[in-house]
C-alpha cells in the first residue's frame, strides 16, 4: 500500500513539473518572437516604408542613385520606369522605379534643413554664454567703482 501511495505522488510531481516547464518553454518562444520583431522586422518595414515614399516623391532634374550604383539626374518619370542621364555625354537610361535606391537632392534638402534648425538652438546657447559674460563683466565694474569711492 505505501509503494503504491509513493507512485502517486511521484506521479502528481512529474505531470505539475511538466506542465509547468511546457508553459515556460511556450512563454520564452513569445518573448524570443517579440524582440526579433522589435530588432529585425519592424525597423526593415520602416525603411521599405521609407524607400516606397521616396521613390514615390521624384522628381524631374532630381540626381538619383540605382541600387547598381549609377548616378544620374531624372529627365522623364514614367507609371513604373524613370529615365535618368548619366555622364559627361549625357547618355539616357531607362530604369525601373524600385531601382531608385537613393535621392541625393532630397537628402541634402534634409541635412540642410536639419542643420538650419539646430543652427539657431546653438545660437541661443552662445547667446546665453555671452550674456553670462556680460553681466559678469558689468558686476565687476561695478564693483571696482564702489572700490574706488
Known amino acids: 500500500m505505501s509503494t503504491a501511495l509513493l507512485t502517486l505522488l511521484t506521479s502528481d510531481t512529474s505531470t505539475t513539473t511538466t506542465s509547468a516547464m511546457g508553459w515556460s518553454s511556450i512563454i520564452w518562444m513569445v518573448v524570443i518572437l517579440v524582440v526579433f520583431y522589435f ?6 518595414r520602416k525603411k521599405d516604408k521609407q524607400d516606397a515614399e ?14 547598381g550604383g549609377i548616378v544620374g539626374i531624372i529627365c522623364k518619370i514614367e507609371e513604373e520606369t524613370v529615365v535618368i542621364e548619366t555622364g559627361g555625354d549625357r547618355s539616357r ?15 541634402k534638402e534634409a541635412a540642410a534643413a536639419k542643420n538650419a534648425k ?18 559678469s563683466k558689468s558686476e565687476s565694474t561695478a564693483s571696482e567703482s564702489d572700490s574706488k569711492k
Open 93 to 107: 537610361l531607362r530604369v525601373r522605379r524600385w531601382a531608385i535606391s537613393q535621392n541625393l537632392d532630397a537628402e
Open 54 to 67: 521616396m521613390r514615390k516623391n521624384l522628381q524631374l532634374g532630381d540626381e538619383v542613385v540605382t541600387a
Open 118 to 135: 539646430s543652427a539657431p538652438a546653438k545660437d541661443k546657447k552662445k547667446d546665453k554664454k555671452s550674456d553670462k559674460k556680460e553681466d
Open 39 to 44: 530588432i529585425l522586422i519592424r525597423p526593415q
